[in-house]
């Protein structure tokens, strides 16, 4: 688990193709490696990967087939800049929200604007994870907690301030850049628990007004 928070910028310095899969290794900058050992979970623009392999100066990690299919990872390239967080600890503050490290979806950016010191992105979601975006809620872009400040169906906007664009990799954010995107977590499991009995089903169906008119959440 993770809270949102980037700790440290990192830099990717070898991504090796390995069996279908790839191995990555990612120079961790001012991420403090002192209590990382082998087997510990880093995330690296909310990719939850394991180190493999610590050599001093950051750490090599195993990429998936599933990982390669569901992120934006093919965007990265050796040179570029990720965001990085060590999974917390029970000491940890929890200064943004809990997140898994389980990407859901890949977004794109599609609007950057001045606001005051701050800058304003608009960005769109897969249409399936529109439903778990809520105006004032949390979610994460490329492993940073943020506040979501509108909604307009699967298009999302979020202010970021000087300090979250210095400390993290949203000052590169363009329009046509692919972001990885994770809900919050309740969201998900709240979708799950309203289908109460019928979650043990084969191919149970998803939350849609019938339902929640048949199980008495809504008023015809």
């Not at 880093?42 to 569901?70: H, Q, Y």
């Not at 600890?89 to 604007?113: A, C, N, Q, W």
């Not at 664009?165 to 969201?187: C, F, H, K, Q, S």
């Amino acid at each position: 688990m993770f809270t949102g928070i980037i700790e440290a910028i990192g830099t990717i310095r070898s991504i090796t193709p390995k069996g279908g899969d790839v191995r990555l290794y990612v120079q961790t900058g001012k991420l403090d490696l002192g209590d990382v050992k082998l087997g510990d979970s880093i995330a690296v623009n909310g990719i939850c990967l394991t180190a493999v392999d610590l050599p001093g100066d950051g750490f090599w990690a195993d990429v998936s087939r599933e990982t390669l299919a569901r992120t934006a990872f093919h965007q990265l390239k050796v040179g570029s800049k990720v965001n990085l967080e060590k999974a917390l600890t029970p000491t940890t503050r929890l200064g943004g929200h809990l997140v898994s490290g389980h990407v859901d979806g890949v977004g794109e950016i599609v609007k950057r604007e001045d606001n005051a010191r701050a800058i304003q992105f608009t960005v769109r979601a897969p249409r399936e994870l529109a439903k778990y975006i809520a105006l004032k809620g949390s979610i994460t872009v490329d492993g940073t907690s943020l506040t979501v400040n509108a909604v307009n169906g699967a298009e999302f906007e979020l202010t970021i301030v000087p300090h979250t664009l210095v400390e993290t990799i949203m000052d590169d954010y363009r329009p046509g850049r692919e972001v990885n995107l994770e809900v919050d977590l309740l969201a998900r499991y709240l979708e799950r628990l309203l289908l109460g009995d019928k979650a043990a089903e084969p191919s149970a169906p998803g939350i849609t007004e019938a339902f929640l008119a048949e199980n008495g959440f809504m008023k015809h």
